[in-house]
């Protein structure tokens, strides 16, 4: 008893072969589109690895990029193969390769699926990798003489302009690192003094933030300095001024880029996934439809095409019984590797 | 006398027309590209609009989206006429259009032309045109209260950090005007009072630069204030710190930056014009040789293809005669009649 057996006439099996072969090349185009998808993200970890400390994982892009070339690769193919199908001769030379070709479709979908899986949980290793890193990045702020971490202070810079945030959870962040080197600090002064005496380190710090947390958008000239000290400024309350400077902290900026990227690529895997299934039905289906023609000869004639040629039950019991007879034939090897040894 | 007179067999008008339906189709591609030049650059103009006094530059792209239009036209045609010039049938029918189509393309040829030289000769409009709008900036910077100009300061502010750029000239524009808002000055403090009362104008000038003129690339945290007091900042000395804010004007910035993409521009769009130069011409040659077939028995017969019948001189007066009398005769009537009034 087939499992879900469809008619096929001639007609039927040439609009087959026709709506195949299409689905074939738009898969190749889905899989080129992985591919670039795969390097577009591998650049943009690489870009913002200084605010990770360096230690990122590449898997995900590198699993996207073996996922697109093993598509494009695997669809060309099926395309081929549905190309010649028509055609007795050409499709005669295709025929022992169908099964292991199945096979591999199979064990690509279960790759993708993987893939998907890994898009949507990786972002928890992205989340707190961005939480230390930001964190080491704002302490080496202001080493810029330090071999090694010279483009830091510019690399934040840029990152906050960028991604419209201040510190690692808010500009708070800011307040409790010396992000002002030593060397342009004059230690003659009483301010000074008093400041780095003040705490139990000895680093000056204050409660102000860099330029680059200041907010093009507010109608006042940027306050950076002496920001919890209402006095300090005219007309100012920090503790309902919005628009002065950016309240999102880096960590939530960054990651919801990321996890958007994520997101939407591990959707395009799954609609490729259904994609890809769609291609090995609708392979099956011909080349069970062109095998099972009581007459070669006569192009006309009708066929049946099915998934599977038993029911899926009795499939998975061959499947292990084979399996077993495997087994089985490594213990015959086995035993009589140890009667020859004795 | 004629204009580069070739012989051509058969053989050869054939490769000619199937030669010159390749090009026409790649010349309508090309038209095509033109076309989204022209849009790109006019909505990269569109983008800083704000900082420009008057939009004279934006003849170039107009320009030359009239002319990626027309030519997907004119290729269009030249493909359809080559694909029946083989035919001795169906040829004939394009006898009375050729004349007209053949000005209406050259024109628009040479408009692609006149746009790229267009591009480099409005260069002292557009600095001009950016000298006044980035003055009108600087200057309405702190009224963010004042409707129309809400949102000058945003702006100003993202076009420094974007072009990496400081004031209109240089950052020292910034200490002609005053760019703090009254609202946001104590006048009850003596340093305030002192200020304005230091100047004519009564207004608070200082020499600091707002925060975006700082760049990011400094080893030390930005200096915004107090930028010609040495003593104010430790270890500090402005006639020779250069990293602390951007030295470069706006107005230089975005001149260049528009300059090198309308170079970029420029350069596509000449190839397009010798590709669709390269299809007129064959496409003059493949006529002047199918016209000398025609009324013959025999098609295959060897044919002489030409560029202008008469020299240049003679076609040009054949154009531009029938104007030219058309204008002359108006005026001569006008002035007859003119005459007659005032005479007895």
Same mark, same amino acid.
């Given at each position: 008893?087939?499992?879900?057996?469809?008619?096929?006439?001639?007609?039927?099996?040439?609009?087959?072969?026709?709506?195949?072969?299409?689905?074939?090349?738009?898969?190749?185009?889905?899989?080129?589109?992985?591919?670039?998808?795969?390097?577009?993200?591998?650049?943009?970890?690489?870009?913002?690895?200084?605010?990770?400390?360096?230690?990122?994982?590449?898997?995900?892009?590198?699993?996207?990029?073996?996922?697109?070339?093993?598509?494009?690769?695997?669809?060309?193919?099926?395309?081929?193969?549905?190309?010649?199908?028509?055609?007795?001769?050409?499709?005669?030379?295709?025929?022992?390769?169908?099964?292991?070709?199945?096979?591999?479709?199979?064990?690509?979908?279960?790759?993708?699926?993987?893939?998907?899986?890994?898009?949507?949980?990786?972002?928890?290793?992205?989340?707190?990798?961005?939480?230390?890193?930001?964190?080491?990045?704002?302490?080496?702020?202001?080493?810029?003489?330090?071999?090694?971490?010279?483009?830091?202070?510019? =690399?934040?810079?840029?990152?906050?302009?960028?991604?419209?945030?201040?510190?690692?959870?808010?500009?708070?962040?800011?307040?409790?690192?010396?992000?002002?080197?030593?060397?342009?600090?004059?230690?003659?002064?009483?301010?000074?003094?008093?400041?780095?005496?003040?705490?139990?380190?000895?680093?000056?710090?204050?409660?102000?933030?860099?330029?680059?947390?200041?907010?093009?958008?507010?109608?006042?000239?940027?306050?950076?300095?002496?920001? =919890?000290?209402?006095?300090?400024?005219?007309?100012?309350?920090?503790?309902?001024?919005?628009?002065?400077?950016?309240?999102?902290?880096?960590?939530?900026?960054?990651?919801?880029?990321?996890?958007?990227?994520?997101?939407?690529?591990?959707?395009?895997?799954?609609?490729?996934?259904?994609?890809?299934?769609?291609?090995?039905?609708?392979?099956?289906?011909?080349?069970?439809?062109?095998?099972?023609?009581?007459?070669?000869?006569?192009?006309?004639?009708?066929?049946?095409?099915?998934?599977?040629?038993?029911?899926?039950?009795? =499939?998975?019991?061959?499947?292990?019984?084979?399996?077993? =007879?495997?087994?089985?034939?490594?213990?015959?090897?086995?035993?009589?590797?140890?009667?020859?040894?004795? | 006398?004629?204009?580069?007179? *070739?012989?051509?067999?058969?053989?050869?008008?054939?490769?000619?027309?199937?030669?010159?339906?390749?090009?026409? &189709?790649?010349?309508?591609?090309?038209?095509?590209?033109?076309?989204?030049?022209?849009?790109?650059?006019?909505?990269?103009?569109?983008?800083?609009?704000?900082?420009?006094?008057?939009?004279?530059?934006?003849?170039? !792209?107009?320009?030359?989206?009239?002319?990626?239009?027309?030519?997907?036209?004119?290729?269009?045609?030249?493909?359809?006429?080559?694909?029946?010039?083989?035919?001795?049938?169906?040829? !004939?029918? &394009?006898?009375?259009?050729?004349? !007209?189509?053949?000005?209406?393309?050259?024109?628009?040829?040479?408009? *692609?032309?006149?746009?790229?030289?267009?591009?480099?000769? *409005?260069?002292?409009?557009?600095?001009?045109?950016?000298?006044?709008?980035?003055?009108?900036?600087?200057?309405?910077?702190?009224?963010?209260?004042?409707?129309?100009?809400?949102?000058?300061?945003?702006?100003?502010?993202?076009?420094?950090?974007?072009?990496?750029?400081?004031?209109?000239?240089?950052?020292?524009? &910034?200490?002609?005007?005053?760019? +703090?808002?009254?609202?946001?000055?104590?006048?009850?403090?003596?340093?305030?009072?002192?200020? +304005?009362?230091?100047?004519?104008?009564?207004?608070?000038?200082?020499?600091?630069?707002?925060?975006?003129?700082?760049?990011?690339?400094?080893?030390?945290?930005?200096?915004?204030?107090?930028?010609?007091?040495?003593?104010?900042?430790?270890?500090?000395?402005?006639?020779?710190?250069?990293?602390?804010?951007?030295?470069?004007?706006?107005?230089?910035?975005?001149?260049?930056?528009? *300059?090198?993409?309308?170079?970029?521009?420029?350069?596509?769009?000449?190839?397009?014009?010798?590709?669709?130069?390269?299809?007129?011409?064959?496409?003059?040659?493949?006529?002047?040789?199918?016209?000398?077939?025609?009324?013959?028995?025999?098609?295959?017969?060897?044919?002489?293809?030409?560029?202008?019948?008469?020299?240049?001189?003679?076609?040009?007066?054949?154009?531009?005669?029938?104007?030219?009398?058309?204008?002359?005769?108006?005026?001569?009537?006008?002035?007859?009649?003119?005459?007659? !009034?005032?005479?007895?």
């Amino acid at each position: 008893m087939p499992f879900m057996p469809v008619k096929f006439n001639l007609q039927k099996r040439v609009k087959l072969a026709q709506g195949l072969w299409m689905i074939y090349w738009l898969s190749v185009i889905v899989g080129i589109l992985i591919f670039s998808l795969g390097i577009f993200f591998k650049i943009e970890l690489r870009k913002r690895s200084e605010m990770m400390d360096n230690n990122e994982s590449h898997l995900v892009p590198n699993l996207l990029i073996l996922v697109g070339l093993l598509a494009c690769g695997v669809s060309a193919f099926g395309g081929k193969v549905c190309h010649d199908s028509l055609d007795p001769v050409k499709f005669a030379k295709w025929k022992p390769m169908l099964k292991p070709y199945l096979l591999l479709c199979c064990g690509f979908n279960a790759l993708m699926l993987l893939t998907v899986l890994l898009c949507f949980l990786m972002q928890f290793a992205v989340y707190l990798t961005l939480a230390e890193g930001l964190k080491n990045s704002i302490k080496f702020y202001k080493d810029t003489d330090t071999p090694g971490r010279c483009f830091m202070k510019r =690399t934040l810079d840029m990152t906050q302009i960028e991604f419209r945030c201040c510190g690692n959870n808010n500009f708070r962040d800011w307040f409790e690192v010396q992000w002002i080197s030593n060397r342009y600090l004059d230690m003659s002064n009483d301010l000074v003094k008093d400041r780095v005496l003040s705490n139990v380190e000895g680093k000056y710090l204050m409660d102000s933030v860099p330029f680059s947390c200041c907010n093009p958008g507010s109608p006042r000239p940027c306050i950076q300095h002496h920001l =919890t000290n209402n006095s300090a400024h005219y007309d100012y309350d920090h503790r309902i001024e919005e628009l002065n400077i950016w309240t999102r902290g880096c960590r939530e900026a960054l990651f919801s880029y990321f996890s958007n990227m994520m997101n939407s690529i591990g959707m395009l895997i799954i609609a490729t996934i259904i994609l890809e299934s769609a291609d090995m039905a609708g392979l099956k289906y011909l080349t069970t439809a062109l095998e099972t023609m009581e007459d070669p000869e006569n192009p006309e004639c009708e066929s049946e095409g099915w998934l599977l040629e038993k029911s899926v039950k009795e =499939t998975f019991s061959e499947m292990l019984a084979k399996m077993k =007879t495997l087994g089985a034939s490594n213990q015959v090897e086995g035993g009589d590797a140890a009667e020859a040894a004795t | 006398m004629v204009v580069m007179k *070739m012989k051509f067999p058969f053989q050869k008008r054939v490769k000619l027309a199937q030669g010159l339906w390749l090009l026409s &189709w790649c010349a309508t591609l090309a038209g095509a590209i033109t076309f989204a030049l022209g849009c790109i650059l006019k909505t990269e103009l569109r983008r800083r609009a704000e900082v420009m006094d008057n939009s004279d530059i934006h003849v170039v !792209p107009n320009t030359l989206m009239i002319v990626g239009l027309a030519s997907l036209g004119i290729n269009y045609f030249a493909s359809k006429i080559c694909q029946d010039a083989l035919d001795a049938g169906r040829f !004939p029918r &394009w006898k009375n259009m050729l004349k !007209p189509y053949f000005a209406i393309s050259c024109f628009f040829t040479v408009l *692609m032309l006149l746009a790229v030289i267009m591009s480099y000769v *409005m260069k002292g409009n557009l600095e001009s045109s950016l000298k006044v709008g980035l003055r009108n900036g600087i200057r309405f910077y702190k009224d963010t209260d004042t409707p129309g100009r809400c949102f000058q300061k945003q702006n100003i502010d993202r076009l420094q950090m974007e072009f990496q750029c400081c004031g209109n000239n240089d950052f020292r524009d &910034w200490f002609e005007v005053q760019w +703090i808002s009254n609202r946001y000055l104590d006048f009850s403090t003596k340093e305030v009072k002192d200020r +304005i009362k230091s100047n004519v104008d009564g207004r608070y000038l200082l020499d600091g630069v707002p925060f975006s003129c700082c760049n990011p690339s400094s080893p030390r945290p930005c200096i915004q204030y107090q930028l010609t007091n040495n003593s104010a900042h430790y270890n500090y000395e402005y006639q020779t710190e250069e990293l602390n804010i951007y030295l470069r004007g706006c107005r230089e910035a975005l001149v260049n930056y528009y *300059m090198g993409l309308m170079n970029t521009i420029g350069a596509g769009v000449l190839s397009v014009f010798l590709l669709q130069g390269s299809v007129l011409v064959s496409l003059r040659f493949l006529q002047t040789s199918m016209e000398a077939v025609a009324g013959n028995e025999n098609t295959e017969i060897e044919t002489e293809g030409y560029l202008l019948e008469k020299s240049v001189k003679d076609t040009v007066m054949e154009y531009v005669g029938p104007l030219m009398t058309f204008f002359l005769l108006t005026n001569q009537v006008e002035e007859g009649a003119t005459g007659a !009034p005032a005479g007895p």
